[in-house]
């Protein structure tokens, strides 16, 4: 039993019940979903002024790798330097503003394609064609405008504004302390990393993955697994950013015997699908406690959810996976972790799915872009063979999500639809939903209408 007390969910969260919902607004206006003008505000005070994730920092491995990051019609170029670090750019040329790079590459320094001026990996204006036609020039002067960049969990975060306050001011040691046992760094997107143009609004998407009380309209095959009675969630709020987790168990074991538990595990995959590595482990195990007719029955303390943590456990240490730092807890239980403003993750030991959404660069507030990756935990020799690669979805409908985000991806654009009409101007969260009014809450501290 480890119960390593920095990884535990229980430590410094609350329990739906005690949680001060006084202050928070329960109304939350549909104008924010469809309006212009509240996503002019957006643009300026959130997008302009937030750390936001632009990448992996596997996709920028060796010194000259280099990614666009474009944010509405803002553009800025990550490039690693001669000196291993990752630094960030105004992607315009300091020249005529020539945009400098499209897309990503690798190249020893940056060259402008419309008068051959060229700079550094770090951002400094090395040379100019044909000095003799442009006379004095101070290059120091004319370096590539530089704005802040950093890492953490293996993500490359960007912030649009020079001024910005550090990464880790922003996220906080609560939020960094507890996510650093799962090893997020060492995770790899396997199996799904697919981007998609969606026909609602950014916050939509967010709202989606921020409450559990869906899951009985959208999601009923998760019931069987999933615990939504009130107590039993734990919700933790860390600065702008927040965890919610409900134990992954049936508590109600009179409506879900046993054997309805072990196959509501064997039907994960199709929601969580490295799971499907546990399941021989987790076969096993049960096996063990079966008597010679099949029946199924287990010692005191030990539970179906039990036998999936040990599973679990077994089956990523079997890896080389040092699995130490998580709780037995964190080896069953999706955590789902928002990082405002545009961040969700589901992750348990061994595995993450995460989930971003953007608005749209065309400027339709109806409208965004959002990307899913799954993310396995991997010793490293494997990461590469097994690394998905990105997919960009142009065909609306064409991509195969697994059954649950299937579920939410045909909700969220209904929901936008709904939101259009002008005959609503409100939403009405519900006490369960109250991470969608939290959410909201920061999003106003940043539009300063609070
Ligand atoms: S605009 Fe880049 S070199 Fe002229
Ligand atoms: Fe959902």
Redesign the pocket.
Request: glycine share 6%.
């Given at each position: 039993m480890n119960t390593a007390a920095p990884a535990d969910w229980k430590t410094g969260t609350q329990a739906l019940g005690e949680i001060d919902v006084d202050r928070l607004s329960f109304s939350i206006s549909t104008a924010r979903y469809t309006a212009p003008e509240y996503q002019a505000r957006e643009r300026e005070r959130v997008w302009m002024k937030v750390w936001q994730i632009a990448g992996r920092v596997d996709e920028l491995p060796r010194p000259g790798d280099w990614k666009v990051h474009a944010i509405f019609d803002q553009s800025f170029v990550i490039v690693r330097g001669q000196d291993g670090k990752l630094r960030g750019f105004v992607n315009a040329?300091?020249?005529?503003?020539?945009m400098?790079c499209q897309g990503k590459g690798h190249a020893g320094r940056l060259t402008?394609?419309?008068?051959?001026?060229t700079y550094g990996l770090d951002g400094r204006l090395l040379a100019?064609?044909r000095p003799d036609l442009v006379g004095d020039i101070d290059k120091d002067a004319h370096r590539l405008a530089e704005v802040p960049v950093d890492c953490f969990a293996g993500f490359i975060f960007l912030n649009p504004d020079p001024e910005a306050a550090p990464l880790a001011d922003f996220l906080g040691e609560d939020v960094m302390r507890r996510l650093d046992a799962y090893r997020l760094g060492e995770m790899t997107p396997v199996g799904m990393d697919v981007c998609e143009s969606l026909e609602c609004n950014w916050k939509v998407v967010m709202d989606a993955f921020a409450e559990g009380y869906h899951i009985i309209g959208v999601h009923p095959e998760l019931l069987s697994v999933i615990d939504l009675a009130a107590g039993n969630s734990r919700h933790g709020f860390f600065g702008d950013h927040g965890m919610a987790c409900s134990p992954f168990e049936v508590s109600r074991t009179q409506d879900f015997g046993l054997e309805a538990q072990v196959e509501g595990i064997r039907n994960l995959p199709g929601t969580f699908p490295t799971v499907a590595e546990v399941l021989p482990r987790f076969e096993a195990l049960v096996d063990a406690n079966r008597d010679a007719a099949g029946g199924l029955a287990l010692p005191e303390g030990v539970t179906v959810r039990s036998l999936l943590q040990q599973a679990t456990r077994e089956t990523l240490s079997a890896k080389g996976l040092d699995t130490s730092a998580l709780t037995d807890d964190q080896m069953s239980d999706n955590q789902g972790w928002f990082l405002f403003p545009n961040f969700f993750m589901t992750i348990r030991a061994g595995e993450a799915t995460v989930i971003m959404a953007w608005p749209h660069p065309d400027g339709d507030p109806n409208r965004c872009i959002w990307r899913v990756t799954a993310y396995m935990w991997l010793p490293e020799p494997m990461r590469d063979q097994l690394r998905a690669d990105p997919v960009t979805v142009s065909e609306p409908g064409s991509y195969p999500y697994f059954l649950a985000l299937q579920q939410d991806y045909e909700q969220m654009p209904r929901q936008q639809a709904g939101l259009r009409n002008r005959g609503l101007s409100h939403m009405s969260i519900v006490k369960e939903e109250m991470s969608i009014a939290r959410f909201h809450a920061v999003l106003d501290r940043y539009l300063g209408e609070s």
């Open positions: 040329c300091r020249h005529r503003g020539n400098l402008c394609p419309y008068h051959l001026w100019v064609a």
